[in-house]
């Protein structure tokens, strides 16, 4: 399936829009990339992303964020409470003060998006996805790869969590909580999938910031490489 044919049949739920009316969804397929390690472009960005947040919680406390709240709203909304999981966005901002993780330069530049401007983002490997992305709710069924004790273990998400998901099973848990082993970004990945989450009023806004400053960043790491978006709309 190319790029296009996959965006195509990408999805968001008839329920989830039901439950979720506010929601927005970019979706973004990224080829010919050359991953590799963290280096002085991923280490500046992430320095601006620190910097941005250090400004932000000085302001007021992480909870009082109104991205924050926004999104421990839509957690609980099935049945997740803040010290169980938290959206991937609060998790990094908490994070901030100690310093981010460094992980690899494609996981470190998305990361750094989703900071500065505060908008849930997945960075996934492309070529590991079977079949389209789909935004559900879980039925409890199915299977989730993920880490533990430095092992690879399955799990299958709570009825009723929101999931993204594919062909083979769920590729993030509790809607942009914790991504799965499988379609993880490494410093092999050659083409990525990134998948932007925004809710609220000003929702459209800061997705197409985040959209813009990382298809900025991709483009000028990676001159020719090819960009295909979508925006999720209901059906």
Known sequence: MNAAQFLENSSVSDEVWKLHPDYVAMLLVVEGIQGGESDERSEELLLEAETSAAELLAAMPIEEVPEVQLWREKFLSFGVKPRVAK??????????????????????????????????IGGED?????????????????????RENGETVNESP??????????????????NWRQCV?????????????????????AQARVESA??????????????????SKELSKS
């Not at 709570?158 to 809607?175: A, M």
């Not at 298809?215 to 490489?225: I, N, Q, R």
């Open 126 to 146: 492309f070529d590991a996805y079977v079949g389209p992305a789909r935004l559900v709710i879980a039925d409890g069924s199915e299977n989730f790869d993920t």
């Open 182 to 202: 499988r379609t993880r970004l490494t410093e092999e990945t050659t083409n990525a999938f990134f998948i932007f989450d925004g809710v609220g009023v000003d």
């Open 211 to 228: 959209v813009a400053q990382l298809t900025e960043k991709l483009s000028e790491w990676w001159p020719g490489v090819v960009i295909t």
């Open 158 to 175: 709570e009825p009723g969590e929101v999931i993204w998901r594919d062909d083979s099973g769920v590729t993030c848990r509790r809607w």
């Open 87 to 120: 959206s991937s966005s609060e998790a990094l901002l908490k994070r901030c003060a100690s310093g981010m993780p460094r992980v690899n330069l494609l996981t470190d530049l998305y990361n750094a998006v989703s900071v500065i401007n505060m908008v849930p």
